[in-house]
Nanobody, 114 residues
Framework: VQLQACGGGLVQAGGFLRLSCLAS????????IGWYRQTPGKQREMVAS???????TYADSVKGRFSISRDNRKNIAYLQMNSLKPEDTGVYYC?????????WGQGTLVTVSS
């Protein structure tokens, strides 16, 4: 499976973006898929995940603002990001755990200006 993330860009604080993660060569199914964020000097952190038990998990910093979803017919996972803040700036990666294997997509850069 390969993952391709897109949808990043430059947005003003308070704005919104929707990131997409397209899976090819395999299906998302109901496997774990998460969105992670990396900023310079910090470890990559999970911001939202769709768990294998179909529950969702969000980092405290994004609760109420970000929403993860998936369209299994299209093999795409989404991250809707609303009320963006400058501290949301970073490179966002999607991550799939399927059949015991970890797959990461290439990052997509999100820049939120104040």
């Amino acid at each position: 499976v390969q993952l391709q993330a897109c949808g990043g860009g430059l947005v003003q604080a308070g704005g919104f973006l929707r990131l997409s993660c397209l899976a090819s060569g395999g299906t998302l199914g109901y496997n774990y898929i998460g969105w992670y964020r990396q900023t310079p000097g910090k470890q990559r952190e999970m911001v939202a995940s769709f768990n294998s038990d179909r529950s969702t998990t969000y980092a405290d910093s994004v609760k109420g603002r970000f929403s993860i979803s998936r369209d299994n017919r299209k093999n795409i996972a989404y991250l809707q990001m609303n009320s963006l803040k400058p501290e949301d700036t970073g490179v966002y990666y999607c991550h799939l755990v399927r059949l015991g294997r970890d797959t990461w997509g290439q990052g997509t850069l999100v820049t939120v200006s104040s």
